[in-house]
C-alpha cells in the first residue's frame, strides 16, 4: 500500500513543542493549503487546514525557527489517531511529516534576503506508530 502527501502551505499558528515519555522531541503546527477550481463559469477557492506532527530533530528545528504565516512544504503520510474522550470516542487525521522545507517569503524593499528553500531534518524518520502520544 502506498501512503504518501505532498502539501505546501502557510502555518497557522506557532508551532507546540513538546516531548514522548522516551524523550523524543514531537512539534505539532496546522498549515492552511489554498486551491482553486472553476464551477460553470465561476472562479472558487477553498482552504483546507491540516494537522502536521514532526518528530526529532526536525521537530526542534520547526519549532526553534517556524512561526505563525510561514510558508512550508511538507512531505510525509497520513495517520488517524483515535482515543477516548468523556466517553465518546474520537479521531483525527493527521501528517507525519517525513521532511518539511522552509520556503522563502515575499520579501519587500529593504529586507534581508533570505535562503530560497533549507531542507530542514530530512536524516531523521518519524516511528512507523504513534498512537500512544496523547492528542494535542
Known sequence: MFNKVIFIGNLTKDPEMRYTPQGTAVSSFRIAVNSKYKQSDELKSETLFIDIVVFGKQAESCSKYL????????????????WESDGQQ?????????????????????????PTESNIGVDSAPPEETTDLEPF
Open 67 to 82: 512561526s505563525k504565516g510561514r510558508p512550508v512544504l511538507v512531505e510525509g503520510r497520513l495517520q488517524e489517531r483515535r
Open 90 to 114: 474520537r479521531s483525527k487525521v493527521e501528517v507525519i511529516a517525513n521532511s518539511v522545507r522552509f520556503l522563502s517569503t515575499k520579501r519587500t524593499a529593504g529586507e534581508a534576503e533570505e
